[in-house]
């Protein structure tokens, strides 16, 4: 059964950091691409972070470029968010995903919130 759990949420102030996790089961991690995504009420679900199957290409949303950084270790089966200066705008459920061709897989979300 396929599984992925994030983790690593919480309550930081602009400024702070906070780095999310994401814990694959039950499929071959490096088969799949990994994404974070995030989404706020009423907003659809926004694209921050891609990284490749392998880990040797990433993409990030123009929101975050140079604040948040993407890692993975396939042999651990975890990825990684690193969210360095939030912004209270950041705040929002962030999800993990993971995707090839053929399949689309969603964790339960983590709720990250911005505030001082």
């Known amino acids: 059964q396929v599984q992925l759990v994030e983790s690593g949420g919480g309550l930081v102030q602009p400024g702070g950091s906070l780095r999310l996790s994401c814990a694959a089961a039950g499929f071959i991690s490096n088969q799949y691409d990994m994404n974070w995504y995030r989404q706020t009420p009423g907003k659809e679900r926004e694209l921050v972070a891609f990284?490749?199957?392998?880990?040797?290409?990433?993409n990030y949303s123009d929101s975050v470029k140079g604040r948040f950084f993407i890692s993975r270790d396939n042999a651990k089966k975890m990825v990684y968010l690193q969210m360095n200066n939030l912004k209270p705008e950041d705040t929002a459920v962030y999800y993990c995903?993971?995707?090839?061709?053929?399949?689309?897989?969603w964790g339960q979300g983590t709720q990250v919130t911005v505030s001082s």
């Open positions: 995903n993971a995707r090839n061709a053929w399949h689309a897989h």
């Open positions: 990284i490749e199957n392998v880990g040797r290409r990433k």
